[in-house]
């Protein structure tokens, strides 16, 4: 592959998208690689998505200030639901259609 092929591409349809991904990876050559990994994991387990989708001062979520960002795991949404917690409709307010 040389420098001017293109490996990722990004595709929007032509009405809009609901909602875009926060991505998160371990970054080639960091010094804490573990540490790094287990960082990644914790935020990708039931409890690091928590503090996405819950109000401040409820179990599991932030202490004081709301992360506004929807979570990507689908277990973390009340089950059978499809939809985000009642507690938190002012974070998904902005993707709801």
């Known amino acids: 592959m040389n ?22 990876a371990v970054l080639r050559g960091t010094s804490e690689p573990e540490l790094a990994q287990a960082f990644v994991e914790y935020v990708l387990s039931p409890e690091g998505q928590a503090l996405w989708n819950s109000a401040p001062g409820t179990p599991g979520g932030p202490k004081r200030r709301e992360l506004y960002r929807p979570p990507v795991r689908r277990d ?19 993707y709801q259609t």
Do not use: C, H, M
């Not at 092929?5 to 009405?15: C, D, F, G, S, T």
């Not at 973390?76 to 902005?94: L, N, R």
């Open 3 to 24: 420098k001017t092929e293109v490996r990722l591409k990004w595709i929007a349809p032509v009405n809009g998208t609901t909602v875009s991904g926060d991505p998160i």
């Open 76 to 94: 973390t949404f009340p089950i059978g639901t499809g939809k985000p917690a009642p507690d938190s409709p002012y974070v998904f307010g902005q």
